[in-house]
């Protein structure tokens, strides 16, 4: 089956624990005694239930004995060296550059009794630092941990096909045009042969950083139900439905209220999105192969949308309500084409769009708008994903076109370069951008908004070491002018080692 990653509710007043966590560890811990795996089923446990994609992990992970049975401790250590040049494209004011130095350990550990009872930990420590603090407008200096999935998993609940996890869940779809999050979540998922479904219901608990006391306000009180169902009705080929359900029920907030500008929260949105996906690929044999992917979604609900002005450092005041419905769709379809010859050379064509919304005055947004918790990275092909609509722009599939060119090659025994084109261009000029990494203002006059070029060089040829270095420009379009024909650049270095 393909792999899916797919939440608790939370109610007014105390808070309990849902129902579906204590049916989990009831039936977990009646199954536990019969449990009699040996560390060969606890390794294969393990695997299926925390291998993540491009995660880099020991294959033989220190181990200690705890009551007969394996405790299992590994880590990763991360550092990322980033940096994006800030200038003016449209309207935007300030010109800066961030270099940004981040490192962080992650800890984890996974402890089995069998299929009846899985238990895993996981936590970083983080440090986030920017090197230019001299010309950011917002430096950033900050240490922290950070909790990360932790959960219990009970698989053949029952003798029946069914999984059960409650925790802090990962949710990760294979393209994460979807999902790419840890939530606090319970989850069912139910695999018979060629068919997985999986529901699960979600919502922030309590925060996630150390140097935080309060859930981000994207997430806080927001409830949501995330459906996911496969079926593989032919070898290397698949179609998947997708379902999710936002309620945002975040207190009300009024014309004149004063908010901590850390706290704001623009939007209470209802929200729920509808979509289908199709994956596969062909093998030619001496003529190579060919994967393709198609996504199409939809979106409809409510929201209710907060204008804000800051009146000082800290705080802002809200100025306008506006409560508007919301329709809207995305597409996002392409094809890569590898050759069996020197290098493996691959070739990848695509082209996503999200409906924009022509009227924007008139209290219905026809813009599509995807779901919070996606992160759009696809590996076209290489050992490493990377951001499938560029890393400088890493913009929300709203109101905008994309159309992506790439060429890429295999490199020694596990490693790959890449060099990937987006042309950039509003669907709706009337309509803006959604949220994306750079701050631009369009003209409202032209469609063309610019193009921007990837190169993505990924080194995996150690079992615990990978390297990634990435190479990025810009160049604004007609739709930001005065700044039309402007360069942006950015790059990126990154350096996992496994323990």
């Known amino acids: 089956m393909m792999e899916t990653a797919m939440g608790t509710g939370r109610s007014g007043g105390r808070r309990r624990p849902p129902a579906i966590l204590c049916t989990l560890l009831s039936l977990a811990l009646s199954g536990a005694v019969r449990a009699g795996e040996g560390d060969r089923e606890t390794q294969k446990l393990r695997e299926r239930l925390t291998e993540r994609e491009d995660e880099t992990r020991v294959e033989e ?144 608990l309590f925060t996630t950083r150390t140097d935080r006391g309060y859930v981000d306000p994207d997430y806080e009180n927001v409830l949501r139900i995330l459906f996911e169902g496969s079926w593989d009705f032919h070898e290397d080929h698949a179609v998947q439905l997708f379902g999710l359900y936002h309620d945002d029920h975040s207190g009300r907030h009024h014309v004149d209220d004063v908010v901590l500008l850390e706290r704001e929260d623009p939007s209470d949105a209802d929200l729920v999105w509808i979509g289908v996906r199709a994956t596969g690929a062909f093998d030619f044999g001496t003529y190579g192969g060919l994967a393709y992917w198609f996504d199409l979604a939809g979106v409809s609900g409510r929201d209710r949308v907060h204008a804000s002005e800051p009146i000082s450092h800290e705080e802002a005041v809200i100025e306008e309500i506006v409560k508007q419905k ?74 905008l076109g994309i159309l992506t060119a790439g060429i890429g090659c295999s490199l020694f025994d596990n490693s790959s370069l890449d060099l990937v084109f987006h042309d950039y261009r509003l669907a709706r000029t009337a309509g803006g951008l959604g949220d994306g990494r750079l701050e631009l203002e369009t003209d409202g006059r032209h469609r063309e908004v610019g193009q921007a070029f990837d190169l993505t060089l990924s080194i995996e040829e150690w079992t615990r070491v990978e390297f990634e270095v990435a190479l990025s420009v810009f160049r604004a379009g007609e739709a930001l002018r005065p700044d039309d024909g402007k360069w942006v650049v950015g790059g990126f270095v990154a350096v996992r080692i496994a323990f």
């Open 61 to 204: 992970p220190f181990s200690v004995d705890v009551l007969g049975r394996a405790l299992t401790l590994r880590g990763q250590f991360e550092t990322v060296l980033d940096y994006a040049d800030h200038i003016p494209l449209g309207a935007v004011p300030d010109h800066y550059g961030r270099l940004t130095f981040d490192a962080e350990v992650e800890l984890e550990a996974f402890y089995s009794f069998g299929r009846p009872l899985s238990i895993f930990v996981q936590a970083r420590l983080v440090m986030e630092e920017d090197l230019l603090d001299s010309s950011t407008p917002d430096p950033k200096s900050d240490y922290f941990a950070r909790r990360g999935e932790m959960w219990v998993a009970s698989e053949k609940v029952a003798g029946l096909p069914l999984t059960l996890e409650g925790g802090r869940l990962n949710f990760e779809d294979d393209r994460r045009w979807w999902w790419d999050e840890d939530l606090d979540a319970a989850r069912a998922t139910v695999d018979i042969g060629d068919f997985e479904l999986s529901l699960a219901v979600a919502e922030e």
């Open 326 to 399: 919301v329709i809207g769709w995305g597409f996002d379809v392409g094809v890569t084409y590898a050759l069996p010859v020197f290098l493996e050379p691959r070739l990848t064509l695509g082209y996503a769009r999200g409906s924009g919304d022509a009227r924007p005055r008139d209290r219905v947004d026809r813009g599509f708008r995807q779901t919070g918790i996606h992160a759009n990275e696809s590996a076209f092909g290489g050992v490493q994903s990377f951001k499938s609509y560029g890393r400088l722009l890493e913009p929300e599939l709203s109101n």
